[in-house]
């Protein structure tokens, strides 16, 4: 079956960087195009990177130039390299297969305070 497992979250303070990690198996995984999103207390879940299954990336104006969504299709992982990460950057982070049916991770926390 399907799994998604994200890891590296945690507490950083203001300014400081984070890289995520989602592994996945249970598909051909260099197939589909991989995405993460995050949910912060009493917000909407919000895209905040896209890969395609060739690499190409996008990415709202919130993180643009901050952070990077990077795939290992021999590793079968999915990876978001966070750099001057902000308070409003604090949320859970989610890893996200799209396809006719989409699959989530079950998330790992990102605190971003001093």
């Known amino acids: 079956q399907v799994q998604l497992v994200e890891s590296g979250g945690g507490l950083v303070q203001p300014g400081g960087s984070l890289r995520l990690s989602c592994a996945a198996s249970g598909f051909t995984f260099s197939s589909y195009a991989m995405s993460w999103y995050r949910q912060a207390p009493g917000k909407e879940r919000e895209l905040v990177a896209f890969?395609?299954?060739?690499?190409?990336?996008m990415y709202p104006a919130s993180v643009k130039g901050r952070f990077t969504i990077s795939r290992d299709n021999a590793k079968n992982t999915v990876y978001l390299q966070m750099n001057s990460l902000k308070p409003e950057d604090t949320a859970v982070y989610y890893c996200?297969?799209?396809?006719?049916?989409?699959?989530w991770g079950q998330g790992t926390q990102v605190t971003v305070s001093s």
């Open positions: 996200r297969r799209s396809g006719h049916v989409e699959y």
């Open positions: 890969i395609t299954n060739a690499g190409g990336t």
